[in-house]
């Protein structure tokens, strides 16, 4: 009898002697999902962000995810419902979808790989006078990067909210979304569109450029259901 315990724990302490440490950081710490917002001030110096992370948490999903990037702050004192939600993020106010396309994005998802990528971008393009189709390259450039990054990232592009000025330079963008998302879009790399234009008012907007409280409620609205579908989908492996 004394033996054979001690046969016993003798077996069990060898078998997790073969565990690899890999194996057991894992089982300590299993990986979460990594989730990405990429944008301007309109992801940076807003509250969408902490929204959507509350929506995260109420469908007990928080504990799973994290928000991932280069930047970790909340400038807007943003009071969301959970009070430790992820500042982690990749907005940049002023920045162009053209310059992150061309120069940064590569090295931030070096540093911060992502499995959600979810973004808005090309307000600063409109104001500096870059092209529709600038703007449209940038974006077939960004998703190129992200999917040598991961093979598999799941990409969450917004239509772009409204401009008080120059909004018809917005809606050319807009209008060009749907059917270069649909010519992008891959089985392994999905990518899907958050309306963040229809029904956004310019009283949604604070300044005539970032969203009010309204503003912010009306994108988290439509951007949370579809990134709570991504993490799901990632949570069960696919
Ligand atoms: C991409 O494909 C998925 C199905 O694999 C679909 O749900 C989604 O709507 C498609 N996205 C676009 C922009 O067509």
């Known amino acids: 009898m004394f033996f054979s315990n001690l046969l016993l724990s003798a077996l069990a302490l060898a078998s997790a ?11 300590q710490t299993p990986q979460k999902l990594r ?6 001030s309109i992801t940076e110096i807003t509250c969408w962000r902490a929204t959507v992370w509350d929506q995260l948490a109420s469908a007990n999903l928080a504990s799973s995810v994290q928000y991932v990037g280069s930047q970790n702050s909340n400038p807007q004192n943003c009071k969301p419902a959970t009070a430790n939600w992820d500042q982690h993020h990749e907005g940049h106010s002023g920045w162009l979808a053209v310059d992150i396309a061309n120069n940064y994005l590569e090295g931030w998802l070096k540093k911060t790989p992502a499995d959600i ?5 090309g307000t600063n393009d409109v104001t500096r006078g870059k092209s529709t ?3 449209i390259n940038a974006y077939t450039k960004m998703v190129g990067i ?28 807009n209008a060009q979304i749907p059917s270069w998302a649909a010519k992008m879009n891959t089985t392994e790399s999905p990518i899907v569109i958050a309306d963040c234009y ?7 907007l ?5 969203p009010n409280a309204n503003g912010d409620k009306i994108i988290a609205e439509r951007v949370g259901p579809l990134l709570l579908d991504f993490v799901r989908q990632g949570l069960a492996g696919k």
């Not at 002697?17 to 089982?27: G, K």
């Not at 989730?35 to 301007?40: A, E, S, V």
């Not at 239509?159 to 963008?173: G, T, V």
């Open 17 to 27: 002697a073969l565990a690899s440490p890999i194996e057991l950081a894992e089982r």
């Open 35 to 40: 989730i990405m917002p990429l944008g301007d």
């Open 117 to 121: 990528v979810m973004f808005m971008l």
């Open 133 to 135: 189709q600038d703007v």
């Open 146 to 173: 992200m999917r040598a990054s991961n093979p598999k990232v799941k990409i969450i592009v917004d239509l772009i909210i409204p401009l008080s000025f120059s909004n018809n330079a917005i809606q050319a963008i």
């Open 198 to 204: 229809t029904g956004f008012k310019t009283s949604d």
């Open 206 to 210: 604070r300044d005539g450029v970032h």
